[in-house]
């Protein structure tokens, strides 16, 4: 690719003019047909891969074959006539591509990747919902975009086009294609897998069977080329698509500087970082991508998925003194920022287990109190329910929908509170439907960073759980009730968002400020199909107004939290800056009730008056 570049400007720069196809035709490579396996294993047909002669280990595919097989948004290859290139969308949106100098520039980011689909078969290009209840129905950009400029010359990764795509490598496309609801594209050396995150893995089973998988777990040397293209892929992505919510080690340099500098300003633990991940051992390679995301990254939202691959390697070296590498990752995550962080929460769902018992649902006098400990959806409990093969299945949405059933059957009950005082957070999706059945609220919003601009996210919910969007769905089944939130800091990610939209809609909030993360997630992957998940500058939320939400919600009615003597000290003692205290009187139903019934017994009489 070297030489063909330089051919292209030199030509250039002599007033002659080289088409794309001509370009193209100067590169050597070879075309694979390669087989597509999708989520649960099922044949997804083939698709072609290049192999080019300066990169022949690192596949490459065409931008506009990814996006009508994985998005339906068909792309026209338009050639300029001076060597550029722009492949065009539906609407006309364009994306502008020098292959000579190695960059692509998108005016208007969204009107380019995010175009509508039919709503029966998805909801919008960039997110298809995870369960059947919900469905996106608009994504509106507020002001003009800023141009997007993405220089691959920059990372050294070669940009090739023809008279019909432009083609980057497998990983850098899946990249900048991935979508909110982390559909991404991996390749094993043998196959290609299109999927959904899964934390435990890739999640579909022969993933790790190829052979260079087997090779390179036992210890064969990666070829030079994945290498480079492995930690060129980490800082375009990184670069370009990390949300920086401002809580990681290396946020603030990594927003200045780029990674790659900011590891080198790192000294000499940056510099051994950087050999780890330009190491052509596999276990190095993993084991420093680990440390750099647990210790370096880390912020609820980063992380590195790979514990798998790191297993399998030392499985397979059998080897005892990688245990020593498995032993100060260990370490190295209990000194995470993050893990740090939790350690001060782990009380809490303890003092309500105490308190409270496991009961999903629990009544005092006029409240009931409805435990909510994440947003995670049972996907395919909600897939068999809509086919009709098994009841709603009891996730955090299926005990929500029950618990306000049950509310509804008690003519005494009036207030309604959520207690959210352990959620961890999870899919917005089941975020939705909570509001859709409670305060009747039907819009998210964000922000955009690499644009600048700020999204309003409109949804609807099968409210009636009756398999179709209706008029009957505009109802919102349980909007009569008084409603509340228990916040603790543990509530985190969905379980921070959650309370600032439930505010706005006329919730009240007990407890005490939730703990960030304002950043929906956005998967990465390298070359040879290891993944990552990280905070994502595509899908910051913000409230109504478009302010973060990364400092925590804004609590109307306080709870502190009290001393807890000798366990407090010991926590201090420990490095634990926050402490342990007690969280017990955070579950107190008399407390809990009277400060409800008093909030919203003034609000009666303000009304009144």
């Known amino acids: 690719m070297k030489k063909l570049l330089s051919l292209c400007a030199l030509l250039l720069c002599m007033g002659v003019t080289v088409s794309a196809a001509q370009a193209e035709e100067a590169a050597t490579y070879t075309e694979q047909p390669t087989k597509l396996i999708t989520e649960g294993g099922a044949d997804g047909g083939e ?27 068909p792309l026209t290859l338009r050639e300029n006539g001076d060597g550029t290139c722009a492949l065009v969308n539906g609407i006309g949106e364009e994306l502008q591509c020098d292959p000579a100098k190695g960059v692509i520039t998108i005016k208007d980011w969204g009107r380019f990747f995010d175009l509508p689909l039919p709503l029966e078969d ?14 996106f129905t608009g994504v509106d950009y507020e002001g003009e975009p800023a141009l997007v400029t993405l220089d691959f010359a920059k990372y050294g990764i070669p940009v090739y086009a023809d008279a019909d795509d432009i083609y980057l490598p497998v990983s850098t496309l899946a990249n900048i294609m991935t979508d909110i609801a982390t559909n991404h594209l991996l390749y094993n050396g043998e196959n290609l897998y299109y999927q959904r995150l899964n934390l435990g893995g890739t999640g579909i089973e022969g993933f790790y069977d190829s052979e260079k998988f087997k090779a390179e777990f036992s210890g064969e040397e ?7 293209q492995s930690y060129a892929d980490l800082c375009f992505d990184l670069d370009y698509f990390f949300g920086h919510p401002g809580v990681a080690k ?8 780029g990674l790659d500098q900011a590891l080198t300003d790192l000294g000499e633990e940056g510099k051994e970082l950087k050999e780890g991940l330009l190491s052509a051992d596999l276990l190095d390679y993993t084991a420093a991508l680990f440390k750099l995301f647990t210790i370096y990254l880390s912020d609820g939202h980063t992380v590195y998925t790979g514990s798998a691959e790191l297993s399998m390697a030392m499985e397979a070296r059998k080897d005892p003194s990688f245990l020593g590498i498995n032993f100060e990752l260990a370490l190295d995550m209990l000194r995470s920022p993050v893990m740090m962080k939790q350690s001060a929460h782990l009380l809490i769902p303890v003092a309500r287990q105490s308190l409270w018992g496991d009961d999903p649902y629990r009544e005092y006098e006029n409240t009931a109190i409805i435990r909510l400990d994440s947003f995670m959806p049972d996907e395919a409990g909600w897939d068999q329910f809509y086919k009709g093969e098994a009841e709603m299945p009891d996730d955090c949405l299926g005990l929500v929908v029950k618990g306000l059933k049950k509310a509804s059957e008690n003519p005494d009950i009036e207030n309604v509170i959520f207690d959210l005082s352990a959620n961890s957070g999870g899919s917005p999706d089941v975020l939705m439907g909570v509001l859709a059945l409670t305060t009747g609220q039907n819009q998210l919003y964000g922000i955009h960073k690499i644009t600048g601009q700020k999204i309003t996210f409109t949804f609807e919910t099968d409210t009636n759980f009756d398999g179709v969007y209706d008029e009957k769905d505009k109802e919102v089944p349980y909007k009569d009730f008084n409603y509340g939130a228990l916040i603790t800091r543990h509530a985190f990610s969905c379980g921070n968002l959650f309370p600032f939209i439930f505010q706005e809609g006329g919730a009240v909030l007990l407890g005490e400020p939730s703990s960030g993360g304002s950043c929906c997630i956005q998967v990465g992957t390298d070359p040879e199909g290891l993944c990552y998940v990280m905070s994502s500058a595509q899908w910051q939320l913000t409230d109504a107004e478009g302010n973060g939400v990364e400092g925590g919600c804004r609590i109307d009615l306080p709870i502190s939290p009290k001393a807890n003597g000798i366990i407090d000290v010991l926590a201090k ?10 969280f017990d009187n955070f579950f107190d139903d008399a407390l809990l009730s009277g400060m409800m019934n008093e909030y919203f017994g003034e609000e009666e009489l303000q009304q009144a008056a």
């Open 47 to 73: 698709m072609v891969l290049r192999f080019y002669e300066e990169t022949p280990h690192v596949p490459y595919m065409g931008i506009a074959a990814y996006s009508e097989k994985f998005k339906g948004q």
């Open 573 to 582: 003692i420990a490095g634990i800056d926050e402490g342990l205290p007690s």
């Open 250 to 257: 290396l946020d603030a340099a990594l927003a200045e500087k």
């Open 122 to 135: 998805k909801a919008l290009g960039w997110k298809d919902t995870t369960c059947h209840y919900v469905r």
């Open 222 to 228: 990666r070829p030079e080329d994945v290498v480079r």
